[in-house]
């Protein structure tokens, strides 16, 4: 038994080497052990880690994270290249950011190839139409500036971080382009929407991230290990964010259609 054991974990011992090795085509960098690859350190963000490896790497730098493989450039002469081929325009499949597309790569944020070249075109297009880079919204802009000055000095009798109006007023200007709709800086709707879509950007550095990072776990992993790791409540967020927005639009849509 013995025996059969040890030769067992050679077995695997191999296996893993074997898998963990590097290909020999990929740029000098981190690579670190089978399956959770080399995670960054918390304590340091990781644009400095990536400063530090630069010193030892050079300007393109692999570093092996979970399972995924990231290719870091740090020229900007490389990246104006990169960002210039075809080959190396696609988003990656990440679940913490999928999910808000339901698993679908569309739109501008998370579109891929003709999809989101003929989505970016529409979209110009059209907030060119309704305003954007003309005298029109440097109006809408003014509104809501004014709206903030007269909401902050209801905040200015003790010390305390920024409210949430001024959340509200960066989204009116974006809203009263795609939906002619703006709300009181000091709405209790919209300040909860916003703090639901803040809170959602933050679920993203959670645990969420080992979906990211080693993809293979998703379907292995059972509901109530996505519970447990909030995973589950971050699919509940972004449903209540398109709800949210499809109701706003719909009831936009009834009352001009009264009209």
Same mark, same amino acid.
């Given at each position: 038994?013995?025996?059969?054991?040890?030769?067992?974990?050679?077995?695997?011992?191999?296996?893993?080497?074997?898998?963990?090795?590097?290909?020999?085509?990929?740029?000098?960098?981190?690579?670190?052990?089978?399956?959770?690859?080399?995670?960054?350190?918390?304590?340091?963000?990781?644009?400095?880690?990536?400063?530090?490896?630069?010193?030892?790497?050079?300007?393109?730098?692999?570093?092996?994270?979970?399972?995924?493989?990231?290719?870091?450039?740090?020229?900007?002469?490389?990246?104006?290249?990169?960002?210039?081929?075809?080959?190396?325009?696609?988003?990656?499949?990440?679940?913490?950011?999928?999910?808000?597309?339901?698993?679908?790569?569309?739109?501008?944020?998370?579109?891929?190839?003709?999809?989101?070249?003929?989505?970016?075109?529409?979209?110009?297009?059209?907030?060119?139409?309704?305003?954007?880079?003309?005298?029109?919204?440097?109006?809408?802009?003014?509104?809501?500036?004014?709206?903030?000055?007269?909401?902050?000095?209801?905040?200015?009798?003790?010390?305390?971080?920024?409210?949430?109006?001024?959340?509200?007023? $960066?989204? !009116?200007?974006?809203? &009263? /382009?795609?939906?002619?709709?703006?709300?009181?800086?000091?709405?209790? *709707? +919209?300040?909860? %929407?916003?703090?639901?879509?803040?809170?959602?950007?933050?679920?993203?550095?959670?645990?969420?991230?080992?979906?990211?990072?080693?993809?293979?776990?998703?379907?292995? $992993?059972? !509901?109530?290990?996505? &519970? /447990?790791?909030?995973?589950?409540?971050?699919?509940?967020?972004?449903? *209540? +964010?398109?709800? %949210?927005?499809?109701?706003?639009?719909?009831?936009?849509?009834?009352?001009?259609?009264?009209?």
């Amino acid at each position: 038994m013995v025996t059969e054991a040890l030769l067992g974990l050679l077995l695997l011992g191999l296996l893993l080497t074997f898998l963990n090795k590097k290909p020999k085509d990929l740029p000098p960098g981190v690579w670190g052990w089978p399956v959770v690859g080399s995670l960054p350190t918390k304590d340091t963000f990781v644009g400095d880690q990536v400063k530090k490896l630069r010193k030892k790497y050079g300007d393109i730098i692999t570093w092996r994270m979970g399972t995924r493989i990231f290719i870091y450039l740090c020229n900007y002469n490389l990246i104006k290249s990169a960002f210039a081929n075809p080959d190396l325009q696609d988003r990656p499949d990440f679940y913490s950011i999928d999910l808000f597309n339901e698993f679908f790569k569309y739109g501008l944020f998370n579109g891929n190839g003709r999809v989101w070249q003929n989505s970016r075109r529409l979209a110009m297009r059209h907030l060119k139409d309704l305003g954007m880079g003309k005298s029109i919204m440097e109006d809408f802009m003014q509104r809501e500036a004014q709206s903030l000055v007269a909401d902050f000095k209801k905040h200015t009798v003790v010390a305390q971080p920024l409210p949430w109006s001024i959340n509200v007023a $960066v989204l !009116n200007v974006i809203w &009263k /382009l795609v939906s002619n709709r703006r709300y009181d800086v000091d709405d209790v *709707e +919209i300040q909860n %929407f916003n703090k639901m879509i803040t809170s959602a950007f933050t679920d993203l550095q959670g645990p969420v991230i080992w979906f990211d990072l080693i993809p293979e776990v998703v379907k292995l $992993v059972p !509901n109530f290990v996505n &519970k /447990l790791t909030g995973v589950a409540k971050m699919h509940e967020k972004a449903q *209540e +964010i398109k709800h %949210f927005m499809l109701v706003s639009n719909a009831g936009l849509m009834f009352h001009q259609s009264k009209q």
